[in-house]
């Protein structure tokens, strides 16, 4: 019999079975050197192949021409397609009068004599009845012949191997990528199903007649354990060299990633009708030293993205790596969208370049205004100090500079955030305004005007850096816009445009404050400024009323009890007489939803009518706002909260169909920001947040898988969250997600 085997021997039994038996002892000391036990187990296994008759090659199957005509089960074979996996591969026809319908039916070969060998060919039977999805064969049957062979009958596709169907109808090379996502789609699902298929390559993935993928043969398939690695294999496995991974010709457990490899392999091939590596009529030494040591070669033809998508998926070193075939997949259709892949380091310079490129029009004038406006800057400030023969001159020039930097600080980061991927480039803008503004800053002595518009630039930037995440940088610019505007008022208490500016600082900077304490004391300050505006008749009465009004609302926000309810009513009906002024202000719009939806939380569960009904006013406006602006995000994010309010009082009420559609529509918007921005804490946040409570809706109304499946998308955001920053917030809503998943009955599907 067999001797007992480790699962390193058996590898390296199947890598030496796939080459001439000439040349299968010099293989042997290769791959066993240093390894004397698994050598002598190799040996061991050999020769008792030897004895055998061949009984593990897989190029030895016999086409059994003899069976034609035979049935197995239901199924009449009618002629030898091929041999693969572990048996022969026939073409048949459902022949019990049942139905008509034509399968690819697989029998072990009657020569594969080996013990444990039947067991392992029901395995694959098991792996496949495991698997549905679209982009993979089916199982649809499965049985013993009368004379004791176990058979697999599956969905017959009628159709050329993937490459030979790009060459053969001409496709272009989008139409290459989308099929290539789609088979992406059928191995993500088999991996979700902890199973590797190990042999992906052209022969192996047909296009049906609707032009779909479909992913075949799973004889040589493993199943992972709960890490993420190789159990015992579930058929004595013969790769295919040319598309065999480093980790497995050298017989190391695998991985998922190995499939990513043979993916990276298979799209190189789609795209540029060549192999980047290519070991047929190597000697068995020399192939394996390719596959493992010598870089592949990328068609030089290919667009450089592709370039580094291709070269990422075929890293020697399974870490660096994409994790998964849907990571692969997502970064080709970043490319494919024209955004930036992971594959590249994320420069300045090539971040803008994807930009400019999938926004040719906006961004000619935002690349034209970034440009001059921080490279003419110090220019215009050298003649504004010096040039006094030509002071007049001097002074325009640096005023229409002056004004277009505050362009591309007010306006242009207005437009960028619209605009999808477009985070990192607003985070280098951002980075190159600090250098212009504290460039600026340092020559207002003895110029108000200048020091109060380099205030307003910190004031500004200190909101973008908010919202980009960046909250100690946030901090530093408010300090600094209020430091020059107390500079001002220093000189000149009368300054009334400076006061306005401290007093919106003030407030801007409470809004964001992290402690309660530490944002009422900066209101107070603000209100004081406001206290000093009134009635001077410096400023427009319209404009003293709105920063009163939204300081008003500031301080609502910091406020407990029931004075917090009376302080948001009355800031409500205030905004709502500013917004009958200006009836198509999306700020202002904005402006009153956000009160409706701090008196919902204000009324909370104690008033969950009155609550329900500022959550629906609420929707209401932030729709309107969403549908003005369909690509702003902050109106999309806003209209997120307010669907999931919705649903929670939905929930409430036991109207269970509304709730879904609720959690539905915000789900969506989340997951559309989350495409745009896969990078941003914040979208992925969001991301959590929505599919956490759409977890607890899916198991109380008894729908046990979905709230699994949802729990865990959710954990995987979390987790990548948790590597990147740690959050008191984000550790409880993984604790959560954590205690619902382990609340699932065991047998949940």
Request: aromatic content about 6%; hydrophobic content about 40%.
């Given at each position: 019999?067999?001797?007992?085997?480790?699962?390193?021997?058996?590898?390296?039994?199947?890598?030496?079975?796939?080459?001439?038996?000439?040349?299968?002892?010099?293989?042997?000391?290769?791959?066993?050197?240093?390894?004397?036990?698994?050598?002598?187990?190799?040996?061991?296994?050999?020769?008792?192949?030897?004895?055998?008759?061949?009984?593990?090659?897989?190029?030895?199957?016999?086409?059994?021409?003899?069976?034609?005509?035979?049935?197995?089960?239901?199924?009449?074979?009618?002629?030898?397609?091929?041999?693969?996996?572990?048996?022969?591969?026939?073409?048949?026809?459902?022949?019990?009068?049942?139905?008509?319908?034509?399968?690819?039916?697989?029998?072990?070969?009657?020569?594969?004599?080996?013990?444990?060998?039947?067991?392992?060919?029901?395995?694959?039977?098991?792996?496949?009845?495991?698997?549905?999805?679209?982009?993979?064969?089916?199982?649809?049957?499965?049985?013993?012949?009368?004379?004791?062979?176990?058979?697999?009958?599956?969905?017959?596709?009628?159709?050329?191997?993937?490459?030979?169907?790009?060459?053969?109808?001409?496709?272009?090379?989008?139409?290459?990528?989308?099929?290539?996502?789609?088979?992406?789609?059928?191995?993500?699902?088999?991996?979700?199903?902890?199973?590797?298929?190990?042999?992906?390559?052209?022969?192996?993935?047909?296009?049906?007649s609707s032009g779909k993928p479909k992913l075949l043969d799973f004889g040589v398939a493993k199943v992972l354990e709960s890490g993420g690695r190789s159990t015992a294999p579930t058929a004595l496995h013969a790769m295919t060299l040319n598309y065999a991974s480093p980790e497995q010709v050298a017989g190391k457990p695998l991985t998922t990633a190995s499939d990513v490899y043979s993916l990276g392999l298979l799209l190189h091939e789609l795209l540029a009708d060549r192999r980047a590596i290519d070991v047929s009529g190597l000697a068995p030494g020399e192939a394996v030293r390719v596959i493992s040591e010598t870089p592949p070669v990328i068609s030089a033809s290919l667009p450089p993205d592709l370039q580094a998508v291709i070269e990422k998926a075929l890293a020697k070193d399974a870490s660096l790596r994409y994790s998964g075939p849907r990571e692969l997949s997502d970064d080709l259709q970043r490319y494919l969208d024209g955004?930036?892949?992971?594959?590249?380091?994320?420069?300045?310079?090539?971040?803008?370049?994807?930009?400019?490129?999938?926004?040719?029009?906006?961004?000619?004038?935002?690349?034209?205004?970034?440009?001059?406006?921080?490279?003419?800057?110090?220019?215009?400030?050298?003649?504004?100090?010096?040039?006094?023969?030509?002071?007049?001159?001097?002074?325009?020039?640096?005023?229409?500079?002056?004004?277009?930097?505050?362009?591309?600080?007010?306006?242009?980061?207005?437009?960028?955030?619209?605009?999808?991927?477009?985070?990192?480039?607003?985070?280098?803008?951002?980075?190159?305004?600090?250098?212009?503004?504290?460039?600026?800053?340092?020559?207002?002595?003895?110029?108000?005007?200048?020091?109060?518009?380099?205030?307003?630039?910190?004031?500004?930037?200190?909101?973008?850096?908010?919202?980009?995440?960046?909250?100690?940088?946030?901090?530093?610019?408010?300090?600094?816009?209020?430091?020059?505007?107390?500079?001002?008022?220093?000189?000149?208490?009368?300054?009334?445009?400076?006061?306005?500016?401290?007093?919106?600082?003030?407030?801007?900077?409470?809004?964001?404050?992290?402690?309660?304490?530490?944002?009422?004391?900066?209101?107070?300050?603000?209100?004081?400024?406001?206290?000093?505006?009134?009635?001077?008749?410096?400023?427009?009465?319209?404009?003293?009323?709105?920063?009163?009004?939204?300081?008003?609302?500031?301080?609502?926000?910091?406020?407990?009890?029931?004075?917090?309810?009376?302080?948001?009513?009355?800031?409500?009906?205030?905004?709502?007489?500013?917004?009958?002024?200006?009836?198509?202000?999306?700020?202002?719009?904005?402006?009153?939803?956000?009160?409706?939806?701090?008196?919902?939380?204000?009324?909370?569960?104690?008033?969950?009518?009155?609550?329900?009904?500022?959550?629906?006013?609420?929707?209401?406006?932030?729709?309107?706002?969403?549908?003005?602006?369909?690509?702003?995000?902050?109106?999309?994010?806003?209209?997120?909260?307010?669907?999931?309010?919705?649903?929670?009082?939905?929930?409430?009420?036991?109207?269970?169909?509304?709730?879904?559609?609720?959690?539905?529509?915000?789900?969506?918007?989340?997951?559309?920001?989350?495409?745009?921005?896969?990078?941003?804490?914040?979208?992925?946040?969001?991301?959590?947040?929505?599919?956490?409570?759409?977890?607890?809706?899916?198991?109380?109304?008894?729908?046990?898988?979905?709230?699994?499946?949802?729990?865990?998308?959710?954990?995987?955001?979390?987790?990548?969250?948790?590597?990147?920053?740690?959050?008191?917030?984000?550790?409880?809503?993984?604790?959560?997600?954590?205690?619902?998943?382990?609340?699932?009955?065991?047998?949940?599907?």
């Amino acid at each position: 019999m067999i001797p007992p085997l480790s699962k390193d021997a058996l590898d390296i039994v199947s890598i030496i079975l796939t080459h001439p038996r000439e040349s299968r002892p010099d293989l042997v000391l290769q791959l066993c050197a240093g390894r004397d036990d698994v050598k002598r187990q190799v040996e061991e296994l050999l020769a008792y192949e030897e004895q055998t008759g061949g009984f593990l090659e897989r190029d030895s199957l016999p086409p059994d021409s003899a069976r034609i005509g035979t049935r197995a089960g239901a199924w009449e074979l009618e002629s030898v397609i091929g041999a693969g996996g572990m048996g022969v591969v026939y073409r048949a026809r459902r022949a019990d009068g049942q139905y008509e319908m034509t399968a690819a039916v697989k029998l072990v070969s009657q020569s594969m004599g080996v013990p444990g060998f039947l067991q392992r060919f029901l395995s694959e039977r098991q792996i496949m009845a495991a698997l549905s999805h679209p982009n993979i064969a089916r199982l649809l049957d499965g049985g013993v012949t009368g004379d004791g062979i176990p058979y697999l009958a599956m969905e017959y596709i009628e159709g050329l191997p993937i490459h030979e169907h790009c060459r053969a109808n001409k496709l272009s090379l989008v139409e290459r990528a989308g099929l290539f996502r789609q088979l992406c789609d059928g191995v993500h699902y088999a991996h979700q199903h902890l199973v590797i298929h190990r042999d992906i390559k052209p022969a192996n993935v047909l296009v049906d007649s609707s032009g779909k993928p479909k992913l075949l043969d799973f004889g040589v398939a493993k199943v992972l354990e709960s890490g993420g690695r190789s159990t015992a294999p579930t058929a004595l496995h013969a790769m295919t060299l040319n598309y065999a991974s480093p980790e497995q010709v050298a017989g190391k457990p695998l991985t998922t990633a190995s499939d990513v490899y043979s993916l990276g392999l298979l799209l190189h091939e789609l795209l540029a009708d060549r192999r980047a590596i290519d070991v047929s009529g190597l000697a068995p030494g020399e192939a394996v030293r390719v596959i493992s040591e010598t870089p592949p070669v990328i068609s030089a033809s290919l667009p450089p993205d592709l370039q580094a998508v291709i070269e990422k998926a075929l890293a020697k070193d399974a870490s660096l790596r994409y994790s998964g075939p849907r990571e692969l997949s997502d970064d080709l259709q970043r490319y494919l969208d024209g955004l930036p892949v992971s594959a590249r380091p994320p420069s300045f310079t090539y971040l803008f370049s994807r930009f400019v490129a999938r926004h040719r029009i906006p961004v000619a004038a935002i690349a034209a205004g970034f440009l001059l406006a921080f490279s003419g800057a110090g220019a215009a400030l050298w003649q504004w100090k010096k040039a006094e023969a030509n002071r007049g001159v001097a002074q325009r020039r640096f005023d229409e500079l002056r004004g277009l930097a505050r362009s591309v600080l007010f306006e242009f980061q207005n437009g960028l955030r619209n605009l999808a991927g477009s985070l990192e480039v607003r985070k280098t803008m951002a980075r190159r305004s600090v250098e212009y503004l504290d460039s600026l800053s340092r020559e207002v002595a003895g110029d108000p005007g200048l020091a109060i518009e380099s205030a307003k630039g910190y004031h500004r930037l200190g909101q973008i850096q908010g919202d980009l995440g960046e909250r100690s940088e946030s901090e530093e610019s408010f300090a600094k816009s209020r430091l020059l505007l107390e500079g001002v008022l220093s000189s000149d208490a009368a300054n009334g445009e400076a006061r306005w500016e401290l007093s919106e600082v003030l407030t801007t900077h409470a809004l964001r404050f992290n402690t309660r304490e530490g944002a009422l004391s900066l209101l107070t300050a603000a209100q004081q400024h406001w206290t000093q505006l009134d009635g001077k008749g410096t400023l427009p009465a319209h404009r003293i009323k709105h920063g009163r009004v939204r300081t008003q609302f500031a301080y609502s926000l910091r406020q407990l009890g029931a004075a917090r309810i009376e302080e948001f009513q009355k800031t409500l009906e205030q905004y709502r007489s500013l917004l009958a002024s200006a009836p198509n202000d999306t700020e202002m719009i904005r402006n009153v939803a956000l009160c409706h939806k701090y008196l919902a939380g204000a009324y909370g569960k104690s008033y969950p009518e009155r609550s329900e009904f500022h959550t629906r006013e609420a929707l209401a406006l932030d729709r309107r706002r969403a549908a003005a602006s369909p690509g702003d995000a902050i109106a999309l994010r806003d209209l997120a909260i307010d669907l999931v309010q919705a649903a929670e009082h939905a929930g409430r009420r036991g109207a269970v169909r509304e709730e879904e559609a609720f959690f539905d529509e915000a789900l969506s918007l989340r997951r559309a920001f989350h495409e745009k921005e896969p990078k941003s804490l914040d979208a992925r946040r969001d991301l959590v947040s929505v599919l956490m409570r759409q977890g607890i809706f899916f198991k109380r109304t008894g729908r046990m898988g979905e709230a699994r499946k949802t729990w865990l998308e959710a954990l995987r955001h979390g987790e990548s969250i948790g590597a990147e920053i740690k959050n008191k917030s984000d550790l409880h809503n993984r604790a959560v997600i954590r205690a619902g998943l382990a609340s699932l009955p065991k047998n949940a599907p």
